[in-house]
Structures are given as structure tokens and as C-alpha cells.
């Protein structure tokens, strides 16, 4: 089952790197190229729907469903109880109602936060001004519900099985397999991806889809790379290239073809990077005690996650999180040794309520840490949340070069004040050298 926004819609099958119909032969596959492309307003919600049905209908045949991917939040969905839903929609259909959180987003973000902070000032202070799509979720939810998101979030951490994550989590005996590699290989590896897909008929695919889906909304100056498969890591890096071929030079076409290449090269290893990111602060963020997580024995109320590659960690993770076992997949000539064999022996553990022969991952962590502290830096005016981003932010080139910038201001101030006390400049006295007039 795949757990990837892009991939839900139906096109861009090179782009979005959908399983092959071959694979798909080999394996049953769900929640894939089943959404309109021109439907903008596809939910995390609609999703989660559709997926926990089909997840309820697997367990139903004594099976086990393997998540796939994917795009994080739709990931948190299938695994805790964290989504709000406010107001019914008008119709079952998505695309047929106005987005009230689509419309929001069209406004200020500054404007939004400002909002935000009227009817729930403590969700906004978790928030950055430039969020703008969880600042205006924040906001959808009041206007729907008349409650306050941060009282939601309360209520959802407060139920048993709740922790700082959100609610309890859907499938309480689930595991989490994570594909980690050195960022080197990887980056390699993400390279040669983006090579082959241009192999594979991307820049055709881009193309067709432009002239289809695009082109109008293009000379009409509505194109919106913001929301639904328009979104999708790929198409906006080469909007450049695509609405102005046939309309300049070879050379120029060349050169904004290259751009885009690069520009995709340099995003998609950015997402890898990002997913490892979200990987450790929500599935490795540990509980302050050592209690170890227990298999459930003999237990099928579960489902495997396969996750995205990463470097690996160390810590346990907390009580409403799922182990996380981390295979390392640097060397795809020991595909077989490292990866496939111990995952199988990990999940045949798992349905056997035995305990798996390796251990979860563990990562070190400062207790102490607020990943949602509110810090404003004065001297560079930007608003910090977190703990960890105030303390990279402060030793930012940018920080330190405005930090020496202000000390000289400073110092040269105080120069200036000590010679205003003083009366002035020294004067020459009678021993001066220089003759007197």
C-alpha cells in the first residue's frame, strides 16, 4: 500500500516514481493512480478513509498490509490517531466543494499568523508566520469547529495510548522498517534516479502532461504548484523549460533544460534529507525512562512500515511510537544479506510473537529539548521555532555576521561617547612638539 501524495493521482507515473506494472504483478498494490490530476483538493483525510478501509479489509483475510513510502503526514495518519475532521463535505467527491484551508493560504501569511493568534494564540506560537499551510489548517479548524486547535491536539494526547504525538496509535502492534544509507551512496543514488527517469521518457511525460493539464492554466497566469499532483517533486522545477520551448533559442532551451535537471537532482536529495529528519524527531524521539519496547505475543493487529532511506540513529523510541528497525541498504550488492534476510526475519518474528533477532534503533536525545519554543531574533528579524533550530540558527554565518556587525556598531559607539565625556579630541598641550602660535 502506497502511503505517496504524488502517487495517488492518476499520471506522471515517471516522475512520481510509481512501481512498475510489473512489480504490481508480483504483489498487490493499493492507493495508486485513483485521483483525478485536475482534483486540487484531495485531503490527508480522504485519504486516510480510503486507506484505513482497505488496511480493516486486509486484516479481514488474516493478511498483514505493508505501508510503503511515503509523504510523512499521510504516513502519521495510518499510524496515530492525529486528524481532525471539522465540517461534513457537501459531496463524497473531492474537488466538487471550496477548500476553506485553500482559500486561507491565498491570503498574507503574516496576516494568517496575526488571525491565528486572536482565536488560538497557543497553536500560534508553535507555528512559523511562513507555514502558511498549517497556520491556515489552524485556522480552518476554528472557523469549522468553533474550537481551538491546540484543544483538539490537548484532547487527542490526553486519551489512553496518547503522548506527545498526538493520540494512541491505530495499530498498536506495528513495526517500522527503515532503509538507511551513508548520505554519500545516497545522494549518488538519487542521481542516477533522476538519470534514469530522463532514460525512461520523463521529459515526454512532462510534456503531455504540460499541454493536457497546464498550458491554459499557464497563459491564464493560475498555475498552482502548491496543491494537488501539481505539487509533485519534478513538474514545477522544469516550468520554466516547458512554457518556453518552441518559443526561444536551441541554446536557451538547452540551458533551462539543464537548470531543471539539476533543479530536481538538488530537490530530490533535499526531500531524502528531509525524510530523515522527520524519520528521527517522530519515530525516535525517546520517553525519558528506559523501558524497552515488548512484542505483543502472538499478536496479527498490526502492519509493517517500510520506510525511506536515511543515515542511521541511536535512542528508543517513546511510548506511542512503533519499533524501528533500520536496515542498511548502502552496498546494494549485499541487498540480500543485509536488508532482505533480516527483514524477513524481523517480520516473521513479529507474526510469531517471538522477539526479533535485532535490536530497534536507538538515538541519544537531550531531554531538555522544545521543539516548539518561540524565539525572535532581533538582529536578523526571524522568527526560530525549536530549540535545536535557535541553536543552529546562532551559529549561522548570517547570525555571526550580523552579530559582528553589531558589535563594531557598539564599540565604535563607545568610542564616540568616551571622547564626548572627555570634551572632545586631545589638544596639544606646552610640551607638544609642534610650535605654539
Known amino acids: ?55 480493516e479489509d486486509i486484516f479481514a483475510r488474516d493478511k498483514i498490509p505493508i505501508v510503503v513510502g511515503g509523504t510523512n503526514y499521510y504516513i502519521e495518519s495510518l499510524l496515530w490517531k492525529v486528524l481532525i475532521n471539522t465540517k461534513e463535505k457537501a459531496s463524497t467527491a473531492p474537488g466538487l466543494v471550496t477548500d476553506r484551508k485553500v482559500e486561507l493560504e491565498q491570503l498574507d501569511g503574516i496576516e494568517l499568523h496575526r488571525r491565528l493568534s486572536q482565536v488560538d494564540p497557543e497553536m500560534a506560537a508553535k507555528l512559523h508566520p511562513h507555514d502558511k499551510r498549517k497556520v491556515a489548517r489552524s485556522l480552518q479548524v476554528f472557523e469549522e469547529t468553533g474550537i481551538p486547535h491546540s484543544e483538539f491536539l490537548h484532547q487527542q494526547q490526553e486519551e489512553e495510548g496518547g503522548g506527545p504525538l498526538g493520540g494512541p496509535l491505530k495499530y498498536p502492534h506495528s513495526c517500522i522498517l527503515w532503509l538507511h544509507a551513508d548520505q554519500a551512496a545516497l545522494d549518488q543514488r538519487l542521481e542516477k534516479r533522476v538519470d534514469d527517469m530522463l532514460a525512461a521518457g520523463l521529459l515526454e511525460e512532462l510534456r503531455d502532461f504540460h499541454r493536457r493539464y497546464n498550458r491554459e492554466k499557464v497563459a491564464e497566469n493560475r498555475q498552482d504548484y502548491q496543491h494537488g499532483i501539481f505539487q509533485s517533486i519534478g513538474f514545477k522545477e522544469f516550468h520554466e523549460y516547458l512554457v518556453s520551448e518552441g518559443n526561444c533559442s536551441p541554446e536557451t532551451s538547452a540551458l533551462l533544460l539543464q537548470k531543471g535537471i539539476q533543479a530536481l537532482k538538488q530537490v530530490t536529495k533535499r526531500y531524502a534529507r528531509r525524510q530523515n529528519k522527520w524519520v528521527r524527531n517522530r519515530f525516535l524521539k525517546p520517553i525519558k525512562s528506559s523501558t524497552c519496547w515488548r512484542l505483543a505475543r502472538g499478536s496479527l493487529d498490526g502492519f509493517v512500515q517500510a520506510g525511506p532511506c536515511a543515515r542511521y540513529l541511536r535512542g528508543g523510541p517513546g511510548p506511542n511510537v512503533p519499533p524501528v528497525y533500520g536496515l542498511e541498504v548502502s552496498d546494494l550488492l549485499r541487498w540480500e544479506e543485509d536488508v532482505l534476510k533480516p527483514a524477513l526475519e524481523i517480520v516473521e518474528s513479529f507474526i510469531q510473537g517471538r522477539e526479533p533477532p535485532a535490536e530497534p534503533v536507538k538515538m541519544e536525545y537531550d531531554i531538555n529539548e522544545n521543539k516548539r519554543s518561540h524565539r525572535v531574533c532581533e538582529l536578523c ?37 568616551t571622547e564626548g565625556d572627555s570634551g572632545g579630541p586631545e589638544t596639544l598641550g606646552k610640551d607638544s612638539s609642534l610650535p605654539l602660535p
Not at 505517496?4 to 512520481?16: A, C, E, F, R
Not at 490527508?44 to 482497505?54: G, N, P, S, T, Y
Not at 522568527?383 to 564599540?411: C, F
Open 381 to 417: 528579524d526571524r522568527v526560530i521555532i525549536g530549540d535545536r533550530e535557535w541553536a543552529a540558527h546562532t551559529r549561522s554565518k548570517s547570525h555571526l555576521h550580523h552579530l559582528k556587525k553589531r558589535r563594531k556598531l557598539e564599540a565604535a559607539s563607545r568610542v564616540a561617547e
Open 1 to 55: 500500500m502506497g502511503s505517496s501524495l504524488p502517487q495517488v493521482y492518476k499520471g506522471l507515473d515517471i516522475i512520481t516514481n510509481k512501481v512498475s506494472p510489473q512489480e504490481q504483478r508480483l504483489c498487490r498494490h493499493h492507493m495508486i493512480s485513483f485521483v483525478d490530476p485536475l482534483v486540487s483538493n484531495y485531503t490527508v483525510v480522504d485519504f486516510r478513509d480510503k486507506a484505513v478501509a482497505l488496511i
